[in-house]
């Protein structure tokens, strides 16, 4: 067995552990109830060849930045920071990027793990026969009793608190032990099962017309929004700016091609979205055609009841929910490891106090969001349930400004014989290329991003009459309009409306008020609106 070399936070004893756990990482809810959603209506095929120019271009230059910082400091991002800033005598200030990036993990995770919980209590309904011939009505009593019900919101913090314990037991078994172990075997068996959904529904589904809406050329649906689209999600769904990549390549041994491992990631992540958008969608009926088949109620909604009157369905949609787990699982704990290597390389903490301390940190703040869809629906700040807020926080603040400042400080602040030392060897293309992007392209482009993000949710936000000083006059002073019993802002209806698709993208407007309360009526309340649930979240 190879012996993996010595860091202060740990490391991986095979090169090809890079690749797995990248993959786990990345791979996450967006690209399971978003990416084929957009695919289909910006092109299909079309759209998926501007989605890799954008990954090529601009998000995997970012991605190997950060990923070279951590193989060539062997720290996580603030240490490495922290050490790059004195070899260049830059300004100490520069090391907050790292700290912004920490912080952003463990937001994130605090709520992925919310939305983990969920998909780990379908593993248990699906197997206990809850959804056999349950129709739309009946699977959105069951979203509604375990998200939003007031009265019995203890028994989803439990599925949180199962779902989180899951995360910590494995980080606390070491990098090796645990994280290693878990990814090589998670990831490789949750792309097999993937594999064999996509058959299935090549067998009993409508796949002809799902891989039409996906693969096929549609020009006339390509559009600037369409370009927008494609920005977005590349920029969102691959972990940046949380200081995942850099701790992975810190954990990487001597012997991985880092960026050739990092391009056959994202080419990955592009396959699996596909192969899950395909089986999606064949099996979920009429699912390839209509417009609002998309998002959480696509997953936690359409999909059952889909499954719900197969042969077998019980083990069908208990397997189908074990694949989401798997990848929400795998992300919450990529998500972890950041955080974890920071507290302990600050404090010098021994692993495990690390991971009980930092998880349980965790916990206290994703109880912020799962509260807000149930007994905190109605609290609102300027608009935002606490969810909204933190969302926003880390969406259209924290993550596009450390990918930002992560960029300038290379491509400005470091001298350029340092620069393409951390980088490695490359051909002198791809140097020239990286070096440019990381210059001028990639901080115009994720400013853009980040101000766009912030824009629109902030608009979205005035939807519910908020009197907040972004709102205009007409805004402001729209009285909210009624809502089904029991639903408040945090958990109105997914049918048709709940996806990561808001106020990133820009290419759409976020669901209104009254559709909410259309999808409500039509039984479908219980989870997060369209405009709450974002990509960086899952």
């Known amino acids: 067995m190879p012996t993996p070399y010595e860091t202060p936070i740990g490391s991986w004893t095979r090169p090809t552990t890079f690749f797995w756990a990248a993959t786990g990482a990345t791979f ?5 109830w978003q990416f084929p959603y957009l695919a289909g209506q910006h092109g299909g095929g079309l759209f998926i060849l501007l989605y890799l120019l954008c990954l090529l271009l601009i998000t995997l230059p970012l991605m190997v930045t950060e990923s070279a910082m951590g193989r060539h400091s062997r720290h996580g991002l603030v240490l490495a920071m922290d050490g790059y800033v004195r070899r260049a005598r830059c300004s100490r200030g520069w090391v907050w990027a790292g700290r912004m990036g920490i912080l952003a993990a463990l937001v994130v995770l605090s709520f992925t793990a919310v939305f983990g919980a969920i998909a780990l209590a379908y593993v248990f309904y699906g197997a206990m026969g809850r959804f056999i011939g349950a129709g739309e009505a009946e699977a959105a009593g069951t979203l509604s009793a375990l998200v939003s019900d007031p009265e019995d919101y203890r028994v989803f913090m439990a599925w ?3 779902f989180l314990l899951l ?5 606390m078994q070491g990098v090796v032990d645990g994280v290693e172990r878990a990814v090589r075997v998670v990831a490789p068996t949750m792309l097999l099962m993937l594999l064999v959904l996509c058959g299935l529904a090549v067998w009993t589904g409508e796949y002809r017309s799902a891989s039409n809406f996906m693969l096929s050329f549609h020009p006339d649906d390509v559009t600037p929004e369409s370009l927008q689209a494609a920005l977005f999600h ?6 940046l700016g949380m200081g995942v990549w850099t701790l992975f390549g810190a954990y990487t041994p001597a012997g991985t091609h880092l960026k050739r491992s990092v391009l056959a990631v994202v080419l990955m992540d592009t396959l699996i979205a596909i192969v899950a958008g395909l089986a999606i969608y064949s099996l979920v009926p009429g699912g390839h055609s209509m417009e609002g088949e998309r998002g959480f109620g696509l997953l936690f909604l359409s999909l059952p ?3 719900s009157d197969m042969p077998g369905s019980q083990f069908l949609i208990a397997s189908v929910f074990l694949v989401i787990v798997m990848i929400v699982w795998t992300t919450a704990l990529s998500l972890l490891e950041p955080v974890v290597g920071w507290f302990s390389e600050w404090t010098g903490a021994p692993r495990g106090w690390s991971v009980f301390l930092m998880g349980g940190v965790v916990w206290l703040v994703g109880l912020g969001s799962l509260l807000s869809f149930n007994v905190w629906s109605d609290v609102r700040f300027a ?7 933190l969302e926003l926080a880390t969406g259209g603040l924290l993550i596009p400004l450390v990918s930002i400042l992560v960029a300038v400080f290379a491509g400005w602040c470091l001298t350029r014989n340092l620069t393409f030392t951390i980088l490695g060897s490359a051909p002198g293309l791809f140097r020239g290329i990286w070096f440019w992007v990381m210059r001028l392209v990639l901080p115009l482009v994720v400013a853009y991003i980040g101000i766009q993000y912030t824009t629109v949710s902030l608009a979205a936000m005035c939807n519910t009459g908020s009197a907040a000083l972004w709102c205009g006059p007409a805004e402001a002073m729209a009285p909210e309009p009624v809502r089904p019993q029991g639903s408040g802002e945090g958990s109105p209806a997914p049918q048709g409306g709940e996806d990561d698709a808001g106020p990133e993208e820009g290419e759409e407007p976020p669901q209104t008020e009254s559709d909410s ?3 409500g009526a039509n039984g479908g309340e219980g989870g997060p609106k369209e405009d709450e649930i974002l990509y960086h979240s899952v």
Not at 234 to 239: D, E, N, S, V, W
Not at 383 to 389: A, D, E, L, Q, V
């Open 28 to 32: 996450g809810l967006a690209n399971v």
């Open 160 to 162: 949180h608190g199962f």
């Open 167 to 171: 995360v910590i037991w494995v980080s």
């Open 234 to 239: 590349a920029f969102f769904t691959l972990g």
């Open 305 to 307: 009841v889909a499954l």
């Open 383 to 389: 608009g935002g349930t606490i969810f909204r807020w």
């Open 517 to 519: 309360e259309q999808d």
